[in-house]
């Protein structure tokens, strides 16, 4: 096979799902072999979640009353009018404008990419920084399988390393049982899910230092979110449903 | 003519506003662009295609009204330096929404990209826009697109890891 040269916009196009196979398919590949590759990626839709934050729809200002109304005053005088004015000298959308992104690659990229983070020891977060893995190398601490096995979620447990807290459990399609958590400390939060077979494996874990100004970015990108789609968790169990699950698998 | 697209437009003005305030940066002129161009679009409902996307159709409009406004202010000899108004972040009477953008590094990041770069990060990365989108609507090559986009959020990545 000819070298890819792997150009930003190459990686880009990849991170946002544009890229056609099977110029995606060796770009995976890419990714797969060489983690400056998959940190570039990361690095991309880290850019494009951290402007969709900044752009979120809660950030939005309302619209002035004046500009409302001006524009409403448009639309009924167009309105009343009747007779659209044909021609114009605005040039339609092609037909290409209805290429749609396909939402569903878009998650399980992100997931996928999550995923070989964990593997590399990077951190999806407000900054992709290697090296500083407080939390993530606690994810398979006997301290935090314990919890995994007992702790209802919801409730907060107070750990050497800071406080863990169960935030929902699933069962998936294969019968193995999954939960996801929160593991904080002064200086890093983490969220991560494990999953049991005969113990409990970390599957996925974002990680972020926490800031000062306690901004969280998130919005439509939730890799979180993203992931447990991706694996088909479903309805999180509640109450019972889950004290039964958690009961069985510590059998 | 097209049923609801006045009802389309009205719900379509947040994001309108949005958009003209990273071309402009100026409340009050992004607010006049909107208008002008919802204008605009009302008077030439009969171009756009039902089953296209509006607001791509009226990110375009938009722009294009942006644009023409440039072109009479310079004719008219009277251009204002639009650099000097960075009015996105603080403009009075936006107070508690907009102090919360200045939490954001991401913002002033993005606030201080040429203006070729801003728009088209806008377009991808919050309006979730294709690539081709984005390039029907800046009238420029694709490859522009994401020769552009690519500098955006390279520079994006290094100010907010430098913060």
């Not at chain 1, 090296?131 to 409730?155: D, F, R, Y």
Request: aromatic share 6%.
């Amino acid at each position: 096979m000819s070298q890819l040269h792997l150009t930003d916009e190459i990686l880009m196009a990849f991170a946002d799902g544009e890229l056609e196979e099977p110029t995606a398919a060796a770009v995976a590949k890419a990714m797969a072999e060489d983690p400056t590759v998959a940190k570039r990626i990361m690095d991309f839709q880290q850019s494009r979640r951290l402007t969709r934050s900044a752009f979120s729809m809660a950030l939005m200002p309302d619209v002035p009353p004046e500009l409302q109304a001006a524009v409403l005053a448009q639309v009924a005088s167009y309105e009343a009018d009747g007779d659209s004015k044909a021609g114009s000298d605005i040039k339609p959308p092609q037909d290409a404008w209805i290429r749609r992104k396909r939402p569903f690659m878009q998650m399980a990229l992100a997931a996928s990419l999550a995923a070989i983070a964990l593997a590399l020891g990077y951190f999806v977060g407000w900054q992709a920084e290697p090296g500083t893995g407080g939390l993530i190398a606690q994810l398979e601490s006997p301290l935090v399988h314990h919890e995994l096995n007992s702790s209802a979620s919801g409730k907060d447990v107070e750990l050497p390393f800071g406080r863990m807290r169960v935030i929902s459990t699933y069962r998936l399609a294969n019968g193995s049982l999954c939960r996801e958590f929160q593991l904080r400390s002064s200086t890093e939060a983490a969220e991560a899910v494990a999953c049991r077979n005969s113990h409990w494996n970390a599957t996925f874990a974002l990680a972020s230092p926490i800031s000062d100004a306690g901004y969280t970015p998130s919005g439509g990108g939730d890799p979180m979110a993203a992931y447990l789609q991706s694996i088909g968790a479903g309805q999180p169990l509640v109450d019972e449903a889950e004290a039964k699950a958690l009961a069985e698998a510590g059998r | 003519m097209p049923a609801g697209i006045g009802q389309e437009l009205v719900a379509l003005l947040p994001r309108l506003r949005r958009f003209a305030l990273v071309l402009c940066r100026s409340q009050p002129l992004a607010d006049d662009l909107v208008q002008g161009a919802c204008e605009r679009a009302l008077a030439n409902a009969g171009s756009w295609t039902p089953g296209t996307k509006f607001d791509a159709w009226m990110f375009r409009i938009l722009r294009n009204y942006w644009i023409d406004h440039l072109r009479r202010m310079r004719t008219e000899g009277m251009m204002e330096d639009i650099s000097m108004q960075t009015q996105l972040v603080g403009d009075a009477g936006e107070g508690p929404i907009l102090s919360r953008l200045v939490l954001s590094e991401v913002q002033r990041a993005i606030d201080s990209l040429p203006q070729e770069q801003r728009e088209v990060l806008v377009l991808v990365c919050a309006e979730d826009l294709s690539y081709r989108e984005a390039a029907e609507i800046l009238d420029v090559p694709i490859g522009t697109v994401m020769s552009r986009l690519a500098r955006a959020r390279r520079r994006l990545m290094e100010m907010t890891a430098a913060a």
